[in-house]
């Protein structure tokens, strides 16, 4: 009897485990065992390699070229996306008159789902005929070729993942904004602070968990991204775009080079436990 | 003399700058969607000629031409199989799980805390490939079934995380009394957690539905075949067949975003007042 009601607690709990052990564990360790593995040119078998995989994709220019887009397009597109989508929810957490319909209207594009977000900015970006060019063409400025240009198309693929990403991302700030309770602020008012004071010394702290979470999830989620490179540049031009997911996903599916692609994918893991294991971190820090 | 107002909540101040920002952000917001309505009802040539006027003549044939080459009434029909399912798989396993986690005596309750927290940092993507052999031997890809249980694990850890902050908010004293009662852990779940965690349920079922609907890397791989496929990747597959009809491929979208659209805008209330609830306890 008093095993069964210890046992009891763990039932409710096995479907969700079990599914982590098959999606998080398994695969990890799949992943890297399959990335010490090669098919042989000869036999058309797999046989075990050591490091080859690794050498071989650590002598690549195009996985260095692919690592460094990620990183580049990271450092840019997170502190973006967290910078506006502060700015945004702080903007729509306001009263003032009309403003549920202004809320509405901005968190429309996180129901709009990533591709039909590629299909639309790329009509939006397009060179000749796109909306953005016909407004720079009408304010006198040259047509811009944003998606085929080598200085432009990763700021491009920012815009459109940042499109959806910022009022995402300001949906959960603007959630941990209503938690804070207004006598708070009211009262660092009346002691003389600031607008700016009681946002640094108040807000901010008081948001911290929230937006430890949100930059966790945001990281992850850049780290990621996929359709809309698909969708709109392929990685071009000259590989300008060419993100890590994207990057493995081509030399798994596309190329067949299942080695070379679980090697990369070891990389992408180790990156990702550090990058969360940093940022969890900073969110245990403050309980 | 106005100036920006967002970091106060005095009145003293013009709200005039407060609109134009405002305004600017929602055309921002809008105008793609607008564009892509508007360009769903002309032809392609006209969209070529004229891309940001108000359409002519109102082309509404292209959706029921979008409807029809696009395949929807089959798409649509495994979209909602898929959303369905794994809102069900996700909010009963997550439930559950949430359950254990916050309210009952678990030895490692803040381990496995932990380690979905890191389930939620490490998704499923990075390990598509393997995943793609491992269903591959087990002739799961090509089904729905593969692929609701792959959805229900991506969906499952961020489901827990927010049921279990709504869970730990819940009185003390309501499980208490039953306990006193005689009522057991399931009915405990069944008859008190699980009905007042209803708001996050909402939230976190809403956030399963969009994600499923519009989700895509996964489904292009695992559902290659055509009488599968749902909205998401059928959108893809048209766009490449039909590439010069822009009318079709904006329709086609269009028909898409529609439903989500709607219900996000109908249920956003309930949705951001489930996420302050939550509160996102660690």
Known sequence: MRVRQQIIPYLFLLPALILLIVFNLLPTIATVVESTFVISLRSGERVFAGFANYNRIFNDPVFWKSLQVTVVFSLIVNPLQIALALGLSMLINQKLPGIGIFRSIYLLPVAVSLNVTAIVWRLMLDQNTGMINGILFNLGIERQPFLHSVDLALWSIIMIASWIGVPLWSLFILAGLQNIPPPVLEAAKIDGANAWQSFTRITLPLLRRVLAFVLVADTVANFLLFAPILLTTQGGPQLSTNLILYETYRRGFVYGDLGASAAMLSVMLVIVFIIVGLELYVLRGQD | ?282
Do not use: C
């Open chain 2, 1 to 282: 003399m106005g100036r920006l107002n967002i970091f106060g909540s005095g009145r003293s101040q013009s709200t005039l700058p407060n609109y134009i920002i405002l305004i600017l952000l929602a055309l921002f917001a809008a105008l793609p969607i607008l564009l892509l309505v508007s360009n769903s009802l002309k032809s392609t040539s006209e969209i070529a000629s004229s891309p940001f006027a108000v359409p002519r003549d109102f082309l509404w044939s292209n959706y029921g031409e979008a409807f029809d080459k696009g395949n929807y009434a089959v798409t649509i029909r495994n979209s909602a199989i898929l959303t369905i399912s794994t809102i069900a798989g996700s909010l009963t396993v997550a439930g559950l799980a949430a359950y254990a986690l916050s309210r009952l005596k678990l030895k490692g309750s803040n381990v496995l805390s932990f380690y979905f927290l890191v389930g939620i940092g490490v998704p499923a993507q990075l390990f598509i490939i393997p995943l793609f052999f491992m269903w591959k031997q087990l002739g799961l890809v090509n089904t729905h079934v593969g692929l609701i249980i792959i959805y229900t694990a991506l969906q499952s850890p961020f489901a827990t995380y927010l049921l279990r902050s709504y869970m730990l908010s819940i009185p003390e004293e309501f499980v208490d009394a039953a306990k006193i009662d005689g009522a057991s852990d399931w009915q405990v779940f069944r008859h008190i957690i699980a009905p007042l965690t209803g708001p996050g349920f909402l939230t976190a079922g809403l956030v399963i539905g969009l994600f499923t609907w519009n989700e895509f890397l996964f489904a292009v791989t695992f559902l290659p075949e055509k009488e599968f496929k749902p909205v998401a990747t059928s959108l893809y597959a048209f766009q490449g067949r039909f590439s010069r009809d822009w009318g079709l491929t904006n329709a086609g979208s269009v028909i898409m975003m529609a439903p989500v659209l709607i219900l996000f805008l109908a249920l956003q209330r309930r949705f951001i007042e489930g996420l302050t609830q939550g509160g996102l306890k660690a």
